[in-house]
């Protein structure tokens, strides 16, 4: 009966929401920064200093921005059809398989430029199967996908644990992770045109996965809004009745968005195994799964929304090292606490300021929310 | 003999790992069969074990601990409350988020204020539960099969073990046998009908929410103010989540609840007395095919090939008065 | 005069624009059987949810037992003796029946004494009124009827002494319904006070004391029963209107290209809403079906369009079989040239997040005219959705506006032009325009009576009689899940009442 969403213009619903849930989470995060002790105004600035403050740290930033932009890709994928897609993190770790198989195969063979290409379809194909079944779960036999990707997630873990410690480490090491990767396998870094733009940067991860993640960024909106596939997504995700009437079928959507959002989860494997480390590692992946899910919500679905919060959230790895170089009592684990309270305000509470916005708004400006001037009829 | 004494060393190791399942089990038990879904159990025991090991640590009392445990998951669990109760939101966004504030809060706070990497200062005495000795456990100890299971199993176990077992009665008696649990077992199938009866919704939920909390809460405490002697980084290691698995494999029911926690707790007690060795039978097992098994046993459940697993049907579905 | 049980003084109620009670007077006597009859949207439904607290009036007063009453919650409503039986029923499925009926009532907080004490009170309870039914049984394995008892228990339970009870025989076998009219004469009996909210005369005469009637928010009369007759009773009901009768030529109809045979279908809960229907729709004529919300028109439109599968029966389109009782594509259907207008234009036939555009392909979007390989030709969709907003006039103009941002009608008009464009052989529209103003419901039906024209075959659904007596060339009345009469467009409003509400014609005569 009660009208929850009053029209509010697109600016306010896309930027101005946004921004106010994003400056509650760092007000409270700011809190913890005073119950450790330390000055959060202070720490905010190292912060920043630290993601942006040079050549290199922006080039860190990149780097760990593009993880997130996969992962945050494939939890919007799975968003715009009416699925929530935890299962990332997992999607991600088991795709380093796909990746590390191709990489190991074709490394003293093929140069990087052809063994590229054939790792993101091993990357994706995994990642995608990963998430197959879920969906074919969640499609067939009603079992909540929210469920079956976590415990997937789990499973995954222990898999990659397994290889990595009992079948994929070379006898002489003792680490468990693979032989290093070699030339064929090493994706070639973007330092030249830090260089070329006239920064200094020593030596940085930055690589060109960062270019492959505009790419799918761009691939993904090309989908979602300009395919006959992307449209189907998005009426089964509004309204699966409207779907049903439209002839859309319900199974054979779901199954296709989760893999495609398992292949760009999975596509994250790229970056940290073929661009920085030359080899997998266990945990590699690192949460960037779930960061992903703070990336889609804050970033509405939308790849132009998603690239920046993916870089907020690598302005957070970063400057968090960063700070908590300069500030002990603040780890790396600030941001994990900050990604929760931006998943909870962007998510969970992201209507929470509405009624006061919408009050404001219809005060000051009542024409812009549709607030009929007196003497209007009603519809 | 040999095989016996095995057996029993492996049945206690079970028991002793398969109470913070139960707790957090029963913990999950009471918001889902509201209707309201928690995957944030996992954070909730999380903070409760760290704040239980901390004001432990500073007050010298394992009982002050417990409380502070138990109040700090409470709130926690409000906030998971307000979020899906009142704001309606999504409770699958609130869960995660849930998870990953505890786990940051807890490691920052913990070196904050401790200076140890991260844990808190090592527990003794009256700041940890220690082992109970039950009468009598002593005397009968030599007495084949009756004296180890006596003395070892049943004897020997902090208080909160035997608190997370009598759990499984009191919460079997609450959801069937009181009114609460009348109302609360309806509100997650047919919240129309519980508030066209003219009982609220919101308030039976935030009831069944701080029940949650408080079982998460004794959960983390026993963690670390019982089983280990401190808070460490990340204790909770996915429990959280296997409990959750549990809940579902038992089919949201309390006793099936125990036996599902018990399960998986010897799963993981045998994988690890097995590692690296072979097993009676089957021969050698990586350790984590075992640790995987209680999610890909779930996973077979969900699919339906054992059974149907049907949620409360309200469950995850905020409560709209439809007029 | 006696204290009436009920009294509503001057009850005015409104939801933003609709003013869904206007001024209501009613008096409902002590122990007696009380008739509230009227279609939907008469405002019954709003005037009984006041009764029982769950909205609050905007003036107005009401008394109970003579006394004035506020009533601001359901709990207030039970307390002072109002029990409700709704439409939808209010158990827990997998509880007991002794467990839900003491839902709430519990009485202590602990159940084992509550439940000792709640069996002996239902024991006597379904002894004195005739509602026998297993305490022990699980609700949700009882057959709708049974489910209607608990439902009664309940309130009686909590010691009501007005029941209320809201459409009840709408899931209902006639057997069920008679063994419910005994146990309303019981309660009645016992003097208790029964109002009956209902939209079938039969029911009315066959049981009630007094009957009012409502229409259109108002109290259009109050009767004695005995004293009427069913045709004054819906000739009140349907009332005289403005007529908006559109212009049309003498039809032309030609083979048969829709063709429905003993089409069963039922409804989420398993009761039947279609009962072994058949009937044929040719080129060139418009088929309306008349009747109340709820006797089945909504579950034959879905079956027919595809969505919704069906028990058994069979649909032909063009000589050649529609799967109903399967998986149907509605996809295919399209291809075919049956369009569909679904009555939920809302979320259904639209999706309001989308922008005008994108709903003005939705159904046909796999068409290649809109594609371009697996890419949409936003060109060709946009020229497209601009030729039918000038085509129908749309307003506004700009396809790329969000639908939310679009009236009723002017949605409606969306999905018309979109289902019409596709030049369907076979068009089977619900609610034509509900919730349409007056300028587009002209236009709407102008149209529609086009497509007749140009040899379409149209299947109308509509609670508008006016509306289907104004389109159709003939006039299917559907009451109860049968079609219970075939007219000409000429047929009177008071004949077609009758149908409507469940009166053979022979009955009403005796």
Redesign the interface.
């Known amino acids: 009966m009660s009208v929850p969403y009053a029209k509010l213009p697109r600016w306010v619903d896309y930027g101005l929401i946004p921004l106010i849930n994003l400056i509650v989470a760092f007000v409270v995060a700011g809190f913890v920064v005073l119950l450790v002790g330390e000055n959060p105004l202070r720490a905010a600035g190292i912060l920043f200093e630290g993601a942006f403050g040079s050549g290199q740290n922006i080039a860190y930033t990149l780097f760990y921005a593009t993880n997130f932009i996969f992962t945050g890709l494939a939890v919007a994928v799975a968003f715009h059809c009416g699925l929530f897609n935890i299962g990332g993190e997992g999607q991600a770790y088991i795709a380093g398989l796909g990746v590390s198989v191709v990489a190991l195969s074709f490394d003293s063979v093929l140069p990087w430029w052809l063994t590229f290409p054939l790792a993101i379809l091993g990357a994706a194909a995994v990642g995608a199967l990963w998430a197959l079944i879920p969906a074919y779960l969640q499609a067939k036999r009603g079992s909540h996908i929210v469920i079956t990707t976590i415990m997937f997630n789990f499973i995954a873990a222990s898999i990659m644990v397994y290889l990595l410690v009992d079948v994929l480490k070379p006898l002489a090491q003792q680490a468990p992770q693979t032989r290093d990767f070699l030339e064929g396998a090493q994706l070639p870094k973007l330092n030249g045109i830090f260089e070329a733009l006239g920064m200094s940067v020593r030596s940085s991860p930055l690589n060109i996965s960062f270019l492959l993640a505009l790419v799918m960024a761009y691939l993904v909106w090309l989908l979602i809004w300009r395919t006959k596939l992307g449209y189907e997504m998005r009426t089964m995700g509004h309204s699966s009745k409207a779907a049903r009437y439209a002839g859309i079928g319900e199974a054979r959507i779901i199954v296709i968005t989760m893999m495609i959002s398992g292949a760009l989860a999975g596509m994250m494997a790229l970056n940290p195994l073929m661009g920085d480390q030359h080899r997998m590692a266990l945990d590699f992946v690192a949460g960037a799964g779930f960061v992903g899910i703070a990336v889609a919500l804050m970033g509405r679905s939308h790849p132009a929304g998603i690239i920046p919060a993916a870089i907020l959230f690598g302005m957070l790895y970063q400057g968090g090292a960063e700070l908590s170089f300069e500030m002990p009592n603040i780890s790396r684990d600030m941001i994990v606490i900050i990604q929760g309270l931006v998943i909870l305000f962007a998510g969970a509470l992201e209507h929470m300021f509405r009624p006061a916005i919408q009050t404001l708004f219809a005060t000051l400006s009542p024409s812009t929310v549709g607030v009929p001037v007196a003497g209007g009829k009603g519809a | 003999m040999e095989f016996f004494n095995v057996l029993i060393q492996l049945l206690d190791a079970t028991i002793r790992v398969s109470v913070p399942l139960l707790l957090a089990c029963l913990a999950g038990l009471y918001s889902e069969r509201a209707g309201v879904f928690d995957i944030g159990l996992e954070g909730k025991m999380l903070a409760g074990a760290f704040a239980g090991a901390a004001f432990a640590a500073v007050t010298g009392s394992a009982w002050l601990g417990l409380g502070c445990a138990i109040t700090v998951s409470v709130l926690m669990a409000l906030v998971h409350g307000f979020a899906s109760i009142t704001h309606r939101g999504n409770q699958i966004v609130s869960g995660v988020a849930i998870n990953f504030i505890a786990a940051g809060s807890t490691i920052i706070l913990g070196q904050a204020w401790f200076r140890q990497g991260g844990r808190t200062p090592a527990l003794s005495g009256p700041a940890r539960f220690e082992a109970i000795t039950l009468p009598g456990a002593d005397a009968i100890r030599d007495v084949p099969i009756l004296g180890p299971i006596y003395s070892v199993l049943i004897s020997g176990d902090s208080i909160l073990v035997y608190i997370a077992f009598a759990m499984v009665p009191f919460t079997w008696w609450v959801l069937f046998r009181t009114r609460f649990g009348l109302r609360l077992r309806a509100v997650g199938e047919n919240p129309a009908a519980v508030d066209t009866a003219g009982i609220s919704v919101a308030w039976l939920r935030y009831r069944a929410v701080i029940c949650t909390g408080v079982l998460t809460g004794i959960a983390g405490a026993y963690l670390s103010v019982a089983q280990n002697a401190g808070f460490v980084k990340d204790m909770t290691a996915g429990k959280g989540f296997i409990a959750l698995a549990a809940l579902i494999f038992a089919k949201w029911r309390p006793v099936p609840a125990m036996f599902a926690c018990l399960l998986f707790g010897f799963l993981e007690a045998a994988s690890i007395r097995f590692q690296g060795q072979a097993w009676p039978l089957i021969g050698k097992v990586p350790v984590q095919f075992m640790q995987a098994l209680p999610y890909v046993l779930t996973v077979v459940l969900l699919a339906g090939f054992v059974g149907k697993a049907i949620p409360p049907r309200a469950g995850g579905v905020p409560y709209v008065k439809e007029r | 005069m006696a204290d009436a049980a009920i009294e509503l003084i001057g009850i005015n109620k409104s ?3 609709v003013h869904a009670n206007r001024d209501i007077h009613l008096e409902i006597p002590r122990g007696t059987i009380h008739g509230i009859i009227g279609e939907n949207g008469a405002g019954k439904s709003t005037l009984m ?1 006041i009764l029982y607290g ?2 609050q009036a905007d003036s107005g007063e009401i008394k109970v037992g003579g006394k004035p009453t506020v009533i601001h ?3 207030r409503a ?1 307390q002072v003796g109002i029990g ?1 039986v ?1 439409q939808h029923f ?6 007991t029946v002794l ?2 009926v ?5 009485g ?5 004494a ?1 439940i000792a004490k709640a069996r002996g009170e239902l024991a006597r309870l379904e002894r004195e009124y005739g509602l026998e039914v297993d305490p022990d049984a699980i609700v949700e394995e009882l057959p709708v009827g049974l489910q209607q008892r608990v439902e009664i228990l ?1 309130a009686l339970y909590r010691g009501a002494d007005i029941l209320i009870l809201d459409e009840p025989t709408g899931v209902l076998t006639p057997a069920e319904a008679d063994h419910l009219f005994r146990i309303l004469k019981q309660l009645k009996d016992q003097g208790k006070t029964v109002v009956l909210i209902t939209h079938k005369l039969r029911e009315i005469m066959a049981i009630t004391d007094n009957v009012t009637v409502m229409r259109q928010g108002t109290v259009v009369a109050t009767r004695e029963t005995k004293k009427t007759t069913v045709e004054e009773l819906a000739e009140m009901m349907v009332g005289r209107r403005v007529l908006l009768r559109v212009h049309k030529d003498e039809g032309k109809p030609s083979e048969v290209k829709l063709s429905v045979r003993n089409l069963t279908v039922k409804d989420s809960r398993g009761v039947i809403m279609v009962d072994n229907v058949s009937f044929d729709v040719r080129a060139g004529e418009i088929v309306g079906i008349a009747g109340v919300a709820g006797n089945g028109q909504s579950e034959l439109l879905e079956a027919i ?3 919704r599968r069906a028990e058994s029966g069979t649909v032909e389109l063009d000589g050649r079989p529609i799967l109903v009782t399967g998986d149907a ?6 291809d075919r040239g049956l369009a ?1 207008v ?1 009555e ?1 234009r809302h ?8 922008e005008e555009n ?1 709903n003005s392909i ?2 046909y ?2 068409q290649e005219k809109y ?1 371009k390989g ?3 030709d ?1 060109g060709t969709i946009i020229k497209d959705a601009r030729d039918k907003i000038e085509k129908y006039d749309i307003r506004p103009t700009n396809p790329r506006l969000k639908t939310a ?1 679009f ?2 009608g002017n949605q409606q008009k969306i999905v018309l032009a979109r289902e019409m464009e596709q030049d369907p052989g076979v068009l089977i529209i619900g609610q034509p325009t509900r919730g349409v103003d007056v300028g587009a419901i002209e236009f709407i039906h102008r149209r529609l009576i086009e497509m007749r024209d140009r040899s379409k075959a149209v299947l109308l659904v509509s609670v508008e009689l006016d509306e289907v007596r104004s389109l159709s060339d003939r006039i299917l009345v559907m009451f109860a899940g049968r079609i219970v009469g075939e007219r000409g467009p000429d047929a009177s409003e008071g004949e077609l009442g009758l149908l409507m509400a469940g009166v053979d014609r022979k009955e009403a005569a005796e």
């Open positions: 939801f933003g624009a949810s769950f909205y919650t359901p709990n039970i409700m709704h209010m158990l827990v499925p997998n509880f467990e839900n003491i839902l709430g009532a519990e202590e907080p602990l159940l084992n509550s309940k369009s595809g969505i594509d509605p996809g295919e259907l399209r569909h679904p939920d979320h259904v036939g639209l999706v309001l997040a989308f994108e939705l159904g979007h796999d594609l697996v890419f949409l936003i941002n009236s009723g």
